[in-house]
């Protein structure tokens, strides 16, 4: 017998400080409800849990970046749908003011409707924000330094966890002076009693439009060619002209074959009805006559009268702003039909988003999470082990007392 070295003490206590440590581990785990508290619990699943808790939060955030964007697409839509009422009603108002049976007193009141319309959808444009974004107004293509771009406002929505998940919005410029400025890109031909002049940019401009598909190169010959005739035969003419085309991707020019047989002031009238023609190419014109001449602010576009205008011809300026704005009510109709298409494109986003970080969430919940069941039977063990390693130990050291009879 001996009593310096209690073995069976030293084994019971050996028993008992594992049963106690496993034991507060079961508690630690049941009262966070984690399974993983620390990386020595479990290096690897520690790592691949944060990893997923990275992507869910990336998930989450993305999901409200979704709806923020459709928030936006929203106020946008809900601006333009004024703005489209206000151009079905300028529709009407052209198309009125264009019948015989009005007079100018009559017509100017129009006028002056159409005019308040389109201050309205400048107003409307320029003052539509969205926390502090305006994607409608006329400076929507400027730097914060307030330098002009040549792009629209972009926006870009981040709408998922990693770089390249974003989805890209411009803004437009739909003001008044923005919505044609947009249409009008064949303007600026200058017409004189030797031919037309079509600026470069011009020629360009008609070159898209042709591969475009949105003016065809035939017709758009045939087009200008009777409005020479139309002219001539208006001018007393005689003698057969045609127009002929020369394009090229920087340069465009127009002119009459023949032209000898025109001259003086008839020449000049030819010239410019051939210069509205090739106006007319892009669909949007603006109003001829002394006032809308001197306006550039958009409503050069739909001035129906023209006060101090000898040559005005009211009911041609007439049908001429019903062909604009029908052009615009497109324009509109293209770029709301371009924000329907986001928003359903983002709905099902934040559908895509919200079921992988329900997915992502469960499967980190099975490598981070406390099974509650599994850890109290656990803790039910080690308690009972723990209670009876310190019973043993109490045991293994009286042991030691049977030394005592030897010494009597």
Known sequence: MVIQHNIPATNAYRNLTSNRSGLSKNLEKLSSGFRINRAADDAAGLAISEAMRSKINGLDQATANANDAIGLIQTEEGALTETHSMLQRMTTLATQAANGTYNSTSRASIQKEMDELGNEIDRIANNTDYNG????????????????????????????????????????????????????????????????TVPTTAGSQLVKLFNDKTVDETQAEKDLTNAVRDAMNRADI????????????????????????????????????????????????????????ALTDGKEYIQITASGAANDDVTANANRVVKNIQSAIDHVSSYRAELGAKQNRLEHTINNLQVTSENTTAAESRIRDTDMAKEMAAYTKNNILSQAAQSMLAQANQSGQGVLSLLQ
């Open 238 to 293: 005689k003698g057969a002209a045609s127009v002929s085309i020369s394009l090229s991707s920087d340069t465009g020019s127009i002119t009459i074959n023949g032209q000898d047989k025109i001259t003086g002031s008839k020449a000049i009238a030819v010239y410019n009805a051939l210069a509205d023609a090739y106006d007319a190419l892009d669909g949007v014109q603006k109003s001829k006559g002394d006032t809308a001449s």
């Open 133 to 196: 974004i305006k994607p409608l107004a006329s400076d929507s293509n400027k730097t914060l330094t307030g330098e002009n771009n040549s792009d629209k406002l972009n926006m870009t929505m981040q709408i998922g966890p990693t770089k390249g998940e974003v989805l890209d919005l411009k803004g437009q410029d739909m003001t008044l002076k923005g919505i044609f400025n947009d249409l009008d890109k064949v303007s600026g031909v200058s017409a004189a009693s030797t031919g037309v």
